[in-house]
T-cell receptor, first 118, second 114 residues
């Protein structure tokens, strides 16, 4: 079974530039998450999709961050304009979703995109 | 709201030492509990999980038991190896409503010296 795919693996941009990250979840997974992980900290949920609908974006800085999940499959996360404090690893994860009968269904993570803003 | 508290790191051990990383939680419902591991430069991987009280999750020599009475899910390994050096995250899955959310601890860094 293919895992969660993310690209690019690394990105360096100057502040005030824009950047986009792409995620392809595991086939059939209804729930998709974007996390921000700053060095030395735990993952912080930015946005959670259920199919193509947003179920939680309470911690997404909406003045500069946006995300979409067209057709309930792939997703893109965009930052425009970037700030120095956006330097972090951006993790995408997916899970089958609450419609499954499995309890304790874990999230499966991609390798992440390491963003450096200079 | 729900929360997860992990012991602070970094934890430094010699090879073959016994490992315990404490994790306690608060939850209003009946969450599932997870340990994830993050090796240097990698994404998060599920290490083990437990879905109900008294369940024991185990993988790669690591174990954790879901203790409802103490609201704990401590991670243990009898003999650590250098390759276990990583950051370990405790998490719970909120099963309330239709939105399954993962609540994360801050992570505990483990360094194992030969």
């Amino acid at each position: 079974e293919a895992g969660v795919a993310q690209s690019p693996r690394y990105k360096i941009i100057e502040k005030r530039q824009s950047v986009a990250f792409w995620c392809n979840p595991i086939s059939g997974h209804a729930t998709l998450y974007w996390y921000q992980q700053i060095l030395g900290q735990g993952p912080k949920l930015l946005i959670q999709f259920q199919n193509n609908g947003v179920v939680d974006d309470s911690q997404l800085p909406k003045d500069r961050f946006s995300a979409e999940r067209l057709k309930g499959v792939d997703s893109t996360l965009k930052i425009q304009p970037a700030k120095l404090e956006d330097s972090a690893v951006y993790l995408c994860a997916s899970s089958p979703g609450p419609g499954t009968v499995l309890r304790g269904t874990e999230a499966f993570f991609g390798q992440g995109t390491r963003l450096t803003v200079v | 709201g729900d929360s997860v508290t992990q012991m602070e790191g970094p934890v430094t051990l010699s090879e073959e030492a016994f490992l315990t990383i404490n994790c306690t939680y608060t939850a209003t419902g009946y969450p599932s509990l997870f340990w994830y591991v993050q090796y240097p430069g990698e994404g998060l991987q599920l290490l083990l999980k437990a879905t109900k009280a008294d369940d024991k999750g185990s993988n790669k020599g690591f174990e954790a038991t879901y203790r409802k009475e103490t609201t704990s899910f401590h991670l243990e390994k009898g003999s650590v190896q250098v390759s276990d050096s990583a950051v370990y995250f405790c998490a719970l899955s909120d099963r309330g409503g239709n939105n399954r959310k993962l609540i994360w601890g801050l992570g505990t860094s483990l360094a194992v010296n030969p």
